[in-house]
């Protein structure tokens, strides 16, 4: 089956725009987090979705939100980019919360 | 909140050495999942232990959870260059915070 569809794999922005990124869960996959990762930093949770509700969120400011549709596609949105924006962006899907989590091949954000 | 943690952060052998992370978690957990991430790549799941003491082997590696399902370890056997990456932890959230968390993973390189 299909894996997890993130779009675009590489965007370049200037600072103060705002980007929309997008994630396309497994099949049959309910649970949708977003992630972003830094050098050195490891997978900073970003935000669940589950059945279009947020579940949870982690412990970033309002520029970044998110949303998931009926589809169980799922977008993130940050606005008013900042330089220290820049990382991948990793979309993870599973069946639940706790269960294995499948990872897109994420999105690399770089905000010039 | 709950913390995973994960020793060493880096790790260098030569190729044909045996390497071996391990896993603390703050609290016990139902379960843990181990994902590894190459270079440039995303983060994979490899594999989800559950029971306390269990002990799972794929070819190479050996994934061992605790007796009280607080740590757990990962052993590979006679490394090779393909095993270079990161590798993580994560363990579900206990307070119901975030779906997985994640410890910060350690960086295997392989020197042919």
């Known amino acids: 089956k299909a894996g997890v569809t993130q779009t675009p794999r590489y965007l370049i922005k200037t600072r103060g725009q705002q980007v929309t990124l997008s994630c396309s869960p497994i099949?049959?996959?309910?649970?949708v987090s977003w992630y972003q990762q830094t050098p050195g930093q490891g997978l900073q949770f970003l935000f669940e979705y589950f059945s279009e509700t947020q579940r949870n969120k982690g412990n970033f400011p309002g520029r970044f939100s998110g949303r998931q549709f009926s589809n169980s596609r799922s977008e993130m949105n940050v606005s008013t980019l900042e330089l220290g924006d820049s990382a991948l962006y990793l979309c993870?899907?599973?069946?639940?919360?706790?269960?294995?989590?499948?990872f897109g091949q994420g999105t690399r954000l770089t905000v010039v | 909140g709950q913390q995973v943690m994960q020793i060493p952060q880096y790790q260098h052998v030569q190729e044909g050495e045996d390497f071996t992370t391990y896993c603390n978690s703050s609290?016990?957990?139902?379960?843990i999942q181990w994902y590894k991430q190459r270079p440039g790549g995303h983060p994979v799941f490899l594999i989800q232990?559950?029971?306390?003491?269990e002990v799972k082997k794929q070819k190479r590696l050996t994934f061992q959870f605790g007796e009280a399902k607080k740590n757990s370890s990962l052993h590979i056997t006679a490394t090779q260059t393909t095993d270079v990456g990161t590798y993580f932890c994560?363990?579900?959230?206990?307070?119901?915070?975030?779906?997985?968390?994640f410890g910060k993973g350690t960086r295997l390189s392989v020197i042919a």
């Open positions: 993870a899907s599973s069946i639940w919360s706790e269960t294995e989590a499948f």
């Open positions: 609290t016990t957990l139902s379960n």
């Open positions: 994560a363990g579900p959230d206990q307070s119901g915070n975030t779906p997985l968390v």
């Open positions: 232990l559950v029971k306390s003491g």
């Open positions: 099949s049959g996959h309910r649970s």
